[in-house]
Structure formats: structure tokens, C-alpha cells
């Protein structure tokens, strides 16, 4: 098997917190699975402890004085004979020089495209750009996360775009793996920033409180994340209008320790998001799914891929539907029996077409048939 | 450049070089001129003679497009189109592609074709692949075709296709360099070649034509299906084989995705012609679906979804192959 130098720049600088995310972890899962070294290419931020998990990357620090893209153009003229495979994240102007500097000096180099997008993004680039649009032709592979995205690109772009969704790098989960659904409660769970727009918090909430007087059982919400001033006043408003309810909805706070937040997702069997905005399936879908949880989520771009066409998961797919969502969140919450089996049937789904290392082996695959189409042409 | 207009001569200047355009003809040639306009200054009519409104037409041109980088190309065209207008009574059919209805070389052309005959049309064709579809073959006496718009072998040889024989097709660049695949076509046509502007005019004759046909959208179209079906019959007994878990070479489903990866590619080139738009990510989920029960052999996982998840593209995709196709 080919073993490739491979290096990641991001559009721009890296932060601690990223290193944990898809655009550092999937070139992390693919180094791991077919790479001879891997190059985080970035100007820095701070520190990088959670480099520590990350056994074998390397940090390159670009320098201070230039521009973060600047600086990453530079480099790339300087070191394109050590880079195989180039990772970049995001369809953005900033790359618009740099593909194709490297792409002069490697054209035997492989350059994959992660688009991290959502519709409403890819329908506003500036296509026309010839710039932005040779920048996108260079690319050799690009990939994007959401099954719906999918479909729209291909009628856009006329052009090659495969489905890698956001995933799972198992080994940075070891906690996954004596997850019982015995042990778990009823517990509604929803991780992200509680307040901001995207996250559409509000109508969780209030869907939580319609579905109330209908649930079999008592259940409990729990919110995990920062939140922001408004959703705070919100939240202590919600309270007041609903005394009974005020006991069974817990806001925690933001939770860095992963474990305590793993100690959450092990004991919930529902996890809920109510996003307006995301493109792929957001990073705690996947950790949610991997503890188990049945999810329940608006209609984004990657719902349909989340939940298998509702097979282990339920879609409300109106934004601002209260009454839609607390119907599903009703109808989930008291079917026992399905929530049983669904633990098993989500964590299979979830290790089958969401796990980076499988995904990365896939990725491997498409390189080889890039290079089976240039031995033949 | 400009334009020189004078009594018996308009030309282009450009620094020291010239270009004449058209000259002022001698008494004894005006019986050339079958069209009811008098050519040149007549002793016993009075009314405005095509010479005359040849140079307004020319001076019109520059005051319109002077700054325009075709500008040269336009008076070349001019000059092109006289002696075809001119050749007989019959109403002409000239159809411009890459110039909007609207521009002032359009504005130019036009009224000098009503000048000349009333029934004589300018037909400006908006800048998409289906303007050549809606027109008839051979309906044009000229044929217009800004190559820098759409430098697109296939959509020339459209172009000629509309031509009348005997008709021309003016192909007009400012670029320095043909796409290669005109090259062998346009060494068949007469150049004229001023400052940055370059005009090929090719006569369509028979040979024009057949080459035409061999190399136009609709050879294209055909090749390209045939292309497709081949590779969907190569695929099928792959994939049946695949799916029934036969002994196979441990490259068949790479080899099966790269036959994939061709027809996804294949059917892109001729996207804007399919009757489903769905058909290319049908053959990339199919190629996903190959891979993905690849991933799990070389990773020895269970196969149960992987090989569910393939059957089903598979029907998918060759039900919709056949529907297009046969």
C-alpha cells in the first residue's frame, strides 16, 4: 500500500479546541490508516495540548510576521515535494492561491477538498469568480457531508463531489465501549452553544414543554454548552411560565472535561437538536450516536444522512414548528421499545458509514482510482 | 485603430499598419450589384447609394465600438458579409452567436441588411448550448460565432451545420492561439488578420459539412451514449458477480469503481442533455456502494448492510441507465 506525506492547512489558524474537530481529525484518521507522516500547517493561537492525542502529527508553527495565508503559500512553494496529499478544509477565497501554487509544483500531488458546508453557503459562492472556480477545479477530490448537499452540487457544479459525512475517530472514544442501554435514563440531551442563533435552543425548549403533559414517563432535559445572556433571561422566563416543568430542565453549562460530557451522553437515550443551520452532521450527532442515543433533529441538510431516512432517528423538518417537534419528541420518548433496540441499531449504523477509519479507507480508494485515471489519460 | 473613410476607400489603421475594408467601385463593374439599392452614385436616380450608406454603416461602427477589442473584428465581418449580402435578391439569413442583440456592431449589421433588402434578418442567438437546438439545419447564409464566448469545437460544428451550402461561417477571436481542436478546420477557412483581431471564414461546402456532422453535439451526444452503455453492460455482470459472492481478482471492485468513476464522467460531460439530471450521482452512490463493501472485506466487518446498501444501488442505477439509454 502507497504511504503519503500528508499535511493539512486550514484556511485560518488553527485553535486548541479544532484539533478535536473533522478538519484535524479525519487527516488524523487517514495519516493513521495510510499516511508516512502528517504536517498541521498553521500560524499559531496558543497552545495545542490536545495535540497530545494526536500521536505522530506534527505542528508546523508558520511564522508571525506574514499572513496566515501568506505565510501557508510560502511554505507550500517551499515543501510541495514533501506533501503527497493535501488536505484543505472549507470552499473559501482564502484558498484561492494556494491550491493552485500547489498544484503547479505537484501535479502528481493528490488535493482533497473537505467543503464543510451547508446548502444555503454553497448556493452563495461566487462560481462566476474565475479564480474562486479555478481554485475548485484544481481540487482532485472533493468531498462534502451531507447526502442533500450532495445532490445540489452535482446539479451545480456539474462535476465529481463524493459524500464523506463528519465522523467518529473511535479511538479518541475508548469511553464507547461498555456503554449499556441498562444504564441509562430518560434523559432528553442537547450539547452546543445554548442561545446562539444556529443552535435554535427556544425551540427545544418549548417543545420539551409541549410534549410534557404527554409523556408516559418523566423525562428530563438537559442542556450542555455556554449560553448566552438571552437564553439565560429566556430559560429563567420559561421557569417562570412553567413552574411544574422548571425541576426537569437542567442547564449545565459549558463542560470542557470530556469525560464528565461523555458521562451525559452514556446516561441519556435521547439526544435532540434543534439546529437551523448546520451543514453535515454536527460533531456531537456523532458522539451522541456512538453512546447509543436515538436522535431526534430539525430538518438540516444532514438529517436524512443522521438518522438513515428516519430508520434510527426522528426528523421534525420544520425550523419553527413547535408543535412538529414536540410531537416527535413525544412519540420517541415513550417508545420504549424501539429506544431499546434503536441503542444497537444507531451504534451499527454509526460504526458502519461514520467512522473515520472505514471513511478513511475510502478516501485511500478514491486517491488509487485518481491515480488509475492519470495512468490511463 | 481606427476607422479611414474616404471618397473610394474605408480601411482600419492601427499605427503604421492598414487594412483596407472595402473600395469604391469602378463604373464598369457596378452590373455586380443585383440589388434593387444602386451600388455606387447613379447619374439618372437620385436616393442614397450602398456605398454611401457603407461608409455611414462604417463610421456608425466606430463611433459605437471603438473601444471595444472586437472593434476590428466587426469591420473585418463587415467586409466579409458585403459581397455575400450583395449576391443576389434573395433575403438573408445571417445568425450571430456570441454578440448580444443589443450591441451596437448587431445595431450596425442590421441596419445595413434593411437598407439593403427589408426581409434580410440579423438573428442574435443568446449565449446558451440550446440556441443552436431550436434552429433549423441549413437556414443561414451566415453564420457569426465569436469564438472567445464559446470556444467549443462541437458547438462550430453546430454552427456550420445551419449554414446553407455556399453560405459562410466568419469564426472571430482577439486571442492569440485557436483551441487546438479547431486548428485542422480553420487551416480550411481564409484569414484575415488585423491588430489583435483574427477572422476565419470558411465556404460550407460538402466536406465542411461531413466534417461538421462527424464532430458536432449530436455525433458527440451519440458517441458519448454509446460510451456509457458499454460501460454499464461491462459493469453488470462485475457487479452480479460481486453481489452473488463469486471468487473474483482482489482488484475487481477497484476496477468496478474506476469504470464508475468514467461513466460518472461521462454522463457530467453530458449533463445538460440528460433527461434525468440525477444520473451522474446515481453512478457516484453506486461507486460509494462498491467501496464501502470494499472497506468492509479489506476490514473483515459484517457485509449484511454494505451488500443491502450495493444491491440497491445497483437496481437504482441501471434501472435508470436503461430508462435513459434504450
Not at chain 1, 479544532?18 to 500560524?43: H, I, N
Not at chain 1, 465501549?177 to 430518560?186: H, I, L, T
Not at chain 2, 451545420?161 to 459562410?168: L, Y
Request: proline share 5%; hydrophobic share 40%; with cysteine.
Amino acid at each position: 500500500m502507497n504511504r503519503y506525506k500528508m499535511c493539512m492547512i486550514p484556511a485560518l489558524p488553527l485553535e486548541n479546541v479544532q484539533l478535536m474537530k473533522d478538519r484535524v481529525v479525519f487527516p488524523y484518521a487517514c495519516f493513521r490508516a495510510f499516511g508516512e507522516s502528517l504536517r498541521l500547517v498553521t500560524k499559531s493561537t496558543g497552545n495545542y495540548p490536545y495535540l497530545s492525542y494526536l500521536e505522530g502529527a506534527q505542528l508546523v508553527t508558520l511564522p508571525e510576521e506574514q499572513p496566515h495565508m501568506e505565510a501557508a503559500v510560502h511554505y507550500v512553494s517551499e515543501h510541495a515535494d514533501e506533501i503527497d496529499l493535501l488536505f484543505l478544509f472549507g470552499a473559501r477565497g482564502e484558498y484561492m492561491e494556494l491550491a493552485p501554487t500547489y498544484k503547479a509544483l505537484r501535479p502528481d500531488g493528490i488535493l482533497y477538498l473537505k467543503l464543510d458546508a451547508n446548502i444555503d453557503w454553497m448556493s452563495a459562492l461566487p462560481l462566476f469568480h474565475k479564480p474562486f472556480a479555478d481554485f475548485l477545479q484544481s481540487c482532485d477530490i472533493i468531498s462534502c457531508e451531507s447526502r442533500l448537499l450532495q445532490t445540489l452540487l452535482y446539479k451545480k457544479w456539474q462535476r465529481p463531489v463524493e459524500y464523506i459525512p463528519n465522523g467518529v475517530y473511535y479511538p479518541l472514544y475508548p469511553a464507547t465501549d461498555d456503554v449499556r442501554y441498562e444504564e441509562k435514563e430518560n434523559i432528553i440531551l442537547t450539547v452546543g452553544r445554548l442561545g446562539d442563533v444556529q443552535k435554535n435552543s427556544l425551540l427545544l425548549l418549548y417543545a420539551y414543554a409541549l410534549a410534557f403533559p404527554n409523556l408516559k414517563e418523566s423525562w428530563e432535559l438537559v442542556m450542555v454548552g455556554s449560553i448566552t445572556p438571552e437564553f439565560q433571561a429566556d430559560y429563567e422566563d420559561f421557569c417562570k411560565r412553567f413552574p411544574p416543568l422548571a425541576p426537569h430542565v437542567r442547564l449545565t453549562g459549558n463542560i470542557a472535561d470530556k469525560q464528565e460530557l461523555y458521562r451525559y451522553y452514556k446516561k441519556a437515550k435521547v439526544f435532540a437538536l434543534s439546529s437551523c443551520g448546520e451543514g453535515g452532521s454536527p460533531n456531537v450527532f456523532s458522539e451522541a450516536a456512538v453512546f447509543g442515543c436515538s436522535v431526534i433533529t430539525t430538518g438540516v441538510d444532514a438529517a436524512a444522512d443522521m438518522t438513515d431516512n428516519g430508520r434510527v432517528g426522528r426528523i421534525s423538518p420544520d425550523l419553527e414548528d413547535f408543535d412538529g417537534y414536540a410531537k416527535e419528541l413525544t412519540a420517541l420518548c415513550n417508545d420504549a421499545d424501539y429506544l431499546a433496540r434503536n441503542f444497537h441499531e444507531m451504534r451499527t449504523y454509526i460504526k458502519e458509514y461514520f467512522d473515520y477509519e472505514r471513511l478513511a479507507d475510502r478516501l485511500r480508494m478514491l486517491i488509487e482510482l485518481q491515480a488509475l485515471k492519470r495512468r490511463s489519460s | 485603430m481606427i476607422t479611414k473613410i474616404t471618397d473610394t476607400c474605408i480601411s482600419l489603421e492601427d499605427g503604421t499598419e492598414t487594412f483596407t475594408l472595402l473600395e469604391k467601385p469602378v463604373f464598369p463593374h457596378f452590373h455586380d450589384n443585383v440589388t434593387k439599392r444602386p451600388y455606387i452614385s447613379s447619374y439618372y436616380e437620385a436616393g442614397e447609394s450602398i456605398w454611401a450608406y457603407c461608409q455611414a454603416s462604417l463610421e456608425t461602427l466606430a463611433d459605437l465600438c471603438h473601444d471595444d477589442p472586437c472593434f476590428g473584428c466587426y469591420a473585418m465581418i463587415f467586409r466579409r458579409l458585403f459581397p455575400l449580402l450583395l449576391s443576389s435578391g434573395q433575403a438573408k439569413n445571417v445568425i450571430s452567436y456570441g454578440l448580444p442583440a443589443d450591441h451596437g456592431a448587431c445595431q450596425v449589421f442590421q441596419n445595413f441588411m434593411s437598407f439593403l433588402q427589408e426581409g434580410n434578418a440579423l438573428t442574435a442567438l443568446p449565449q446558451s448550448i440550446f440556441s443552436f437546438v431550436s434552429l433549423n439545419a441549413h437556414t443561414g447564409h451566415a453564420f457569426l460565432y465569436y469564438l472567445d464566448a464559446f470556444p467549443s469545437p462541437a458547438a462550430v460544428c453546430d454552427a456550420i451545420c445551419k449554414v446553407k451550402p455556399g453560405g459562410i461561417l466568419i469564426l472571430y477571436t482577439i486571442k492569440e492561439t485557436l483551441p487546438a481542436e479547431l486548428t485542422a478546420l480553420c487551416a480550411r477557412a481564409e484569414k484575415d488578420s488585423f491588430s489583435a483581431c483574427t477572422l476565419y471564414t470558411l465556404t460550407v461546402n460538402e466536406a465542411i459539412m461531413e466534417y461538421a456532422h462527424e464532430n458536432g453535439t449530436e455525433a458527440f451526444l451519440l458517441c458519448r451514449s454509446a460510451e456509457i452503455t458499454k460501460r454499464a453492460n461491462d459493469l453488470q455482470p462485475l457487479l452480479q458477480a460481486l453481489l452473488a459472492g463469486a471468487a473474483l481478482p482482489d482488484d475487481a471492485r477497484l476496477i468496478a469503481a474506476a469504470i464508475l468513476q468514467q461513466t460518472e464522467e461521462i454522463l457530467l460531460s453530458v449533463y445538460d442533455f440528460l433527461e434525468n439530471d440525477e444520473l451522474p450521482i446515481r453512478a457516484n452512490n453506486l461507486k460509494e456502494a462498491i467501496l464501502n463493501y470494499s472497506v468492509g472485506i479489506n476490514g473483515s466487518y459484517d457485509l449484511t448492510a454494505y451488500l443491502e446498501k450495493l444491491t440497491q444501488a445497483s437496481e437504482t442505477f441501471f434501472t435508470a441507465i436503461q430508462k435513459e439509454f434504450s
